[in-house]
């Protein structure tokens, strides 16, 4: 109970100015497109040099937890998910808004962010010595299983057709291909310099989700019905409440996928999101509701992508090994104020870590709190009409995918990936099995290369990637889930024969 | 109309040369952007931003300096970057980490070399350390190589990627003991490849001595060597070099940092820089945050830095030359 100790800390005056700061400027950063959490709290960095320990990690640790929640603004109202993390919150969030859910749909995913924040905090304060041996126990065969297992969920995420789902997977899978690789060295596909570095994930996002939306709406023309707008519906804030604390199910699912995988160093928030909407929709009886405005599928993103944040510090704050970009960052806010994170952080520090740990915890709420007061206004956004929104969603892709390194590459790219994707949808394929190939291919890569070259020199690959009980347990799931699509699109076959799709 | 638009472009061209002259006078009179070619929250992002930060002093430089990030396959992205697309007026620099950038440039695929570049100064050096997991039987540098001797190719070491310090460090050793080495280069970095090694993941690793040495105090690894000419008096009195330990290893992995111009970007402009950065990394305020966040300083000039780039050239050709 010592972080009880030091919860005074946070309510310093100073202190909690720096947090409510943090808080509503995260969410404002967040929610801007191409700022990915990341670079969010690395801009944060030079301000932190002028305060003291305690201070600035208060300012990091706000800005981190409201980042992520920010990315949903976004995600829901225009469709560009602000990180990885809040891609599947798209999925459902925006077809929400555009019902004119656009308020329900933003209450909902910071209340479910907050539950899912708190609990993933929680977990932090309490179990960390515990979580830290679990992180570690991942090694390169089990991440490759982990990326495998993330591919099986491919066919089944957001597509009407199996096949289809697959194909785009496959297609995101040799995306990621593209680039220099990092660990012998072929150059592959890299056909233009702005290629070299790959596809940044960010700016592909942005393009394979904005820029197809865009294209649609301004191919509308300037006919009457594209003028008119929707209006948005009101949404009491206890409604709100009981609709989300309703989704047990969802919100479960989401909480336990978001902090086991973020505690994992290097799989991170980018696929607990995903992952978790995945399994809430296999689970859920009305799962066919998915994908067209359901708000059980905002809540299962959202909390795990928010329960992800406190897991993912362990393996920083207890083996000095940042897990994840932003933990990198971190790290670095630690560093300049002469703190080493491990056994030196808690034993002779432990106001900083605590008062840290502490801030994230009171930040969840702040967040919720401003949260749901700025989605009455934002939720306003879906009343613009759409040729006006058209342009403004592009000005914001070109800006967002440009500021990530200051890179034209980026925007080519972000603008080729969207007219592609813009075609693609026409041909029945969709965005998200694209995307999460993209993000799985180097994971499942790196790791089988990695864990091949450490197999050779030690036992053989066959035992070092199918021994062990973890190893074991990876690959059942993964039969599982392939299992269940193949079950489950034979049922669905059944069930749609008789209407054809509608392709041209 | 047209012949009037040539005119005035041809005067424009004419004027050029003057400006340049004028420019070079009042240099800077805007903030200078540090390119750094490795993410956010990396040991070269964060150290670049520490030792940049009093450039606004008026007694150095007078105007900020700003850090853009532009990370990808291993630096060559940024430096690619930098040597084909950069300006030459002194605004954009770049921040360079040795050996990397010119083992890439010998192997190839690249847009640059030792010779695009001007450096202006070096302000720190991160030297490879060996290290092992906490409860590994090896306590010695001897104790390990010997294993590798007599079990070539069995002895797994991590490291951040292909081409860089420690890869260098790697192929040393290798070369040292005349037995192979089975090197595993991580995609994540020195992070990755540190969790490596603590998970026990591999039998042993090469990291950056800063990070190393962080990891040691959270009592999470043992480091066994310093790839070095010197024992790190500081951070390591008590971990032997590898040539103390008798393997012929010198100082060729070690992480030299610094910052770096364009070559044809003004001779005054250079000259001005080489006599004020290093200056400023000397700066109190700079020297305590890079001291308290164990990052080794080491600040040399323009001439030392020359001559530490056409060494480093020179070394990797011969020893990269045997490889593939």
Same mark, same amino acid.
């Given at each position: 109970?010592?972080?009880?100790?030091?919860?005074?800390?946070?309510?310093?005056?100073?202190?909690?100015?720096?947090?409510?700061?943090?808080?509503?400027?995260?969410?404002?950063?967040?929610?801007?497109?191409?700022?990915?959490?990341?670079?969010?709290?690395?801009?944060?960095?030079?301000?932190?040099?002028?305060?003291?320990?305690?201070?600035?990690?208060?300012?990091?640790?706000?800005?981190?937890?409201?980042?992520?929640?920010?990315?949903?603004?976004?995600?829901?109202?225009?469709?560009?998910?602000?990180?990885?993390?809040?891609?599947?919150?798209?999925?459902?969030?925006?077809?929400?808004?555009?019902?004119?859910?656009?308020?329900?749909?933003?209450?909902?995913?910071?209340?479910?962010?907050?539950?899912?924040?708190?609990?993933?905090?929680?977990?932090?304060?309490?179990? /960390?010595?515990?979580?830290?041996?679990?992180?570690?126990?991942?090694?390169?065969?089990?991440?490759?299983?982990?990326?495998? &297992? !993330?591919?099986?969920?491919?066919?089944?995420?957001?597509?009407?057709?199996?096949?289809?789902?697959?194909?785009?997977?496959?297609?995101?899978?040799?995306?990621?291909?593209?680039?220099?690789?990092?660990?012998?060295?072929?150059?592959?596909?890299?056909?233009?310099?702005?290629?070299?570095?790959?596809?940044?994930?960010?700016?592909?996002?942005?393009?394979?989700?904005?820029?197809?939306?865009?294209?649609?709406?301004?191919?509308?023309?300037?006919?009457?019905?594209?003028?008119?707008?929707?209006?948005?519906?009101?949404?009491?804030?206890?409604?709100?409440?009981?609709?989300?604390?309703?989704?047990?199910?969802?919100?479960?699912?989401?909480?336990?996928?978001?902090?086991?995988?973020?505690?994992?160093?290097?799989?991170?928030?980018?696929?607990?999101?995903?992952?978790?909407?995945?399994?809430?929709?296999?689970?859920?009886?009305?799962?066919?509701?998915?994908?067209?405005?359901?708000?059980?599928?905002?809540?299962?993103?959202?909390?795990?992508?928010?329960?992800?944040?406190?897991?993912?510090?362990?393996?920083?704050? /207890?083996?000095?090994?940042?897990?994840?970009?932003?933990?990198?960052?971190?790290?670095?806010?630690?560093?300049?104020?002469?703190?080493?994170? !491990?056994?030196?952080?808690?034993?002779?520090?432990?106001?900083?870590?605590?008062?840290?740990?502490?801030?994230?915890?009171?930040?969840?709420?702040?967040?919720?709190?401003?949260?749901?007061?700025?989605?009455?206004?934002?939720?306003?956004?879906?009343?613009?009409?759409?040729?006006?929104?058209?342009?403004?969603?592009?000005?914001?892709? &070109?800006?967002?995918?440009?500021?990530?390194?200051?890179?034209?590459?980026?925007?080519?790219?972000? &603008?080729?990936?969207?007219?592609?994707?813009?075609?693609?949808?026409?041909?029945?394929?969709?965005?998200?099995?694209?995307?999460?190939?993209?993000?799985?291919?180097?994971?499942?890569?790196?790791?089988?290369?990695?864990?091949?070259?450490?197999?050779?020199?030690?036992?053989? /690959?066959?035992?070092?990637?199918?021994?062990?009980?973890?190893?074991?347990?990876?690959?059942?799931?993964?039969?599982?889930?392939?299992?269940?699509?193949?079950?489950?699109?034979?049922?669905?076959?059944?069930? /749609?024969?008789?209407?054809?799709?509608?392709?041209? | 109309?047209?012949?009037?638009?040539?005119?005035?472009?041809?005067?424009?061209?004419?004027?050029?040369?003057?400006?340049?002259?004028?420019?070079?006078?009042?240099?800077?009179?805007?903030?200078?952007?540090?390119?750094?070619?490795?993410?956010?929250?990396?040991?070269?992002?964060?150290?670049?931003?520490?030792?940049?930060?009093?450039?606004?002093?008026?007694?150095?430089?007078?105007?900020?300096?700003?850090?853009?990030?532009?990370?990808?396959?291993?630096?060559?992205?940024?430096?690619?970057?930098?040597?084909?697309?950069?300006?030459?007026?002194?605004?954009?620099?770049?921040?360079?980490?040795?050996?990397?950038?010119?083992?890439?440039?010998?192997?190839?695929?690249?847009?640059?070399?030792?010779?695009?570049?001007?450096?202006?100064?070096?302000?720190?050096?991160?030297?490879?350390?060996?290290?092992?997991?906490?409860?590994?039987?090896?306590?010695?540098?001897?104790?390990?190589?010997?294993?590798?001797?007599?079990?070539?190719?069995?002895?797994?070491?991590?490291?951040?990627?292909?081409?860089?310090?420690?890869?260098?460090?790697?192929?040393?050793?290798?070369?040292?003991?005349?037995?192979?080495?089975?090197?595993?280069?991580?995609?994540?970095?020195?992070?990755?490849?540190?969790?490596?090694?603590?998970?026990?993941?591999?039998?042993?690793?090469?990291?950056?001595?800063?990070?190393?040495?962080?990891?040691?105090?959270?009592?999470?690894?043992?480091?066994?060597?310093?790839?070095?000419?010197?024992?790190?008096?500081?951070?390591?009195?008590?971990?032997?070099?590898?040539?103390?330990?008798?393997?012929?290893?010198?100082?060729?992995?070690?992480?030299?940092?610094?910052?770096?111009?364009?070559?044809?970007?003004?001779?005054?402009?250079?000259?001005?820089?080489?006599?004020?950065?290093?200056?400023?990394?000397?700066?109190?305020?700079?020297?305590?945050?890079?001291?308290?966040?164990?990052?080794?300083?080491?600040?040399?000039?323009?001439?030392?830095?020359?001559?530490?780039?056409?060494?480093?050239?020179?070394?990797?050709?011969?020893?990269?030359?045997?490889?593939?």
């Amino acid at each position: 109970m010592e972080f009880l100790n030091h919860l005074g800390g946070v309510f310093e005056p100073v202190a909690f100015l720096l947090l409510l700061g943090g808080t509503i400027g995260g969410l404002i950063l967040g929610a801007t497109p191409g700022l990915s959490p990341t670079m969010a709290v690395a801009l944060l960095i030079p301000f932190t040099f002028q305060l003291e320990a305690t201070q600035g990690l208060i300012l990091l640790g706000a800005a981190y937890t409201s980042t992520v929640a920010g990315g949903a603004v976004s995600a829901i109202l225009l469709k560009i998910p602000g990180a990885p993390a809040n891609i599947a919150t798209a999925l459902d969030g925006h077809e929400m808004a555009k019902n004119g859910q656009g308020a329900k749909a933003l209450h909902i995913s910071f209340l479910s962010s907050g539950i899912g924040g708190v609990i993933g905090v929680l977990l932090l304060i309490f179990l /960390t010595p515990v979580l830290a041996q679990w992180a570690l126990a991942f090694g390169p065969s089990h991440l490759f299983w982990m990326a495998i &297992l !993330g591919v099986t969920v491919i066919g089944s995420l957001d597509s009407k057709s199996f096949v289809k789902g697959l194909l785009s997977g496959c297609l995101g899978l040799w995306l990621s291909m593209i680039g220099y690789d990092d660990i012998q060295g072929a150059q592959r596909f890299i056909f233009a310099d702005a290629l070299t570095g790959g596809i940044n994930i960010i700016s592909a996002l942005i393009g394979i989700f904005a820029i197809p939306q865009v294209i649609e709406m301004f191919a509308k023309g300037r006919i009457a019905s594209s003028i008119s707008s929707l209006e948005v519906e009101k949404q009491s804030i206890w409604a709100s409440v009981r609709e989300t604390l309703g989704y047990k199910r969802a919100l479960s699912i989401g909480t336990v996928c978001g902090s086991v995988i973020g505690l994992i160093p290097g799989v991170g928030g980018q696929i607990a999101g995903l992952l978790a909407y995945d399994q809430a929709r296999k689970f859920s009886p009305e799962r066919e509701k998915f994908g067209s405005g359901y708000a059980e599928g905002v809540v299962a993103a959202e909390s795990a992508n928010n329960a992800m944040v406190g897991p993912s510090l362990v393996p920083l704050l /207890t083996l000095s090994i940042p897990g994840s970009p932003t933990a990198a960052v971190l790290l670095g806010g630690l560093l300049i104020h002469g703190i080493f994170p !491990g056994s030196d952080l808690f034993d002779n520090h432990p106001k900083v870590a605590w008062t840290f740990i502490n801030s994230m915890l009171v930040g969840q709420i702040l967040m919720v709190i401003f949260g749901i007061w700025i989605a009455g206004y934002a939720a306003k956004v879906a009343k613009i009409p759409n040729p006006i929104m058209a342009a403004a969603v592009l000005v914001l892709a &070109l800006f967002g995918s440009y500021s990530i390194q200051q890179s034209m590459g980026d925007v080519y790219i972000m &603008l080729g990936l969207g007219l592609g994707m813009f075609f693609l949808e026409k041909f029945g394929f969709s965005a998200a099995p694209l995307v999460l190939g993209l993000i799985l291919g180097p994971i499942a890569e790196a790791n089988f290369i990695q864990g091949s070259m450490i197999a050779t020199a030690g036992d053989g /690959t066959l035992s070092y990637f199918f021994g062990g009980v973890l190893n074991l347990f990876l690959i059942a799931l993964v039969i599982a889930s392939i299992a269940y699509s193949f079950w489950a699109s034979i049922v669905l076959a059944k069930k /749609t024969a008789p209407k054809p799709e509608v392709t041209k | 109309m047209k012949k009037l638009i040539a005119a005035m472009a041809l005067s424009a061209f004419a004027f050029t040369p003057g400006i340049g002259a004028a420019q070079a006078a009042d240099y800077p009179d805007r903030p200078i952007s540090v390119m750094v070619s490795y993410g956010a929250g990396g040991a070269t992002d964060f150290q670049a931003r520490i030792v940049t930060m009093m450039a606004a002093n008026e007694k150095l430089l007078g105007q900020p300096m700003v850090i853009i990030n532009k990370p990808g396959a291993g630096g060559r992205v940024g430096w690619n970057w930098f040597a084909s697309e950069a300006e030459t007026d002194g605004y954009t620099l770049s921040a360079y980490n040795v050996p990397h950038f010119i083992a890439q440039s010998i192997k190839g695929g690249v847009k640059y070399s030792a010779d695009s570049f001007e450096p202006i100064a070096n302000w720190g050096s991160d030297p490879a350390v060996v290290i092992v997991p906490k409860d590994s039987p090896y306590n010695t540098i001897g104790e390990l190589l010997d294993y590798a001797k007599a079990n070539p190719g069995k002895v797994t070491m991590s490291g951040a990627g292909l081409f860089v310090g420690h890869h260098i460090a790697a192929l040393q050793i290798q070369k040292a003991i005349g037995a192979k080495l089975a090197y595993i280069p991580t995609k994540g970095g020195g992070a990755a490849a540190m969790k490596a090694v603590i998970a026990g993941d591999v039998i042993a690793g090469v990291n950056n001595l800063s990070d190393a040495f962080r990891a040691r105090e959270a009592g999470n690894v043992k480091i066994l060597a310093v790839a070095d000419l010197e024992r790190n008096e500081k951070f390591l009195p008590n971990v032997p070099t590898l040539k103390e330990a008798g393997y012929d290893v010198d100082n060729s992995s070690v992480n030299f940092r610094g910052i770096m111009a364009k070559k044809g970007t003004p001779p005054e402009i250079i000259e001005m820089l080489a006599a004020k950065v290093p200056e400023m990394f000397a700066n109190g305020r700079v020297t305590k945050q890079m001291n308290a966040g164990g990052s080794p300083i080491k600040i040399m000039n323009r001439a030392e830095v020359q001559k530490m780039w056409s060494d480093r050239q020179a070394f990797l050709q011969e020893l990269l030359k045997d490889l593939k």
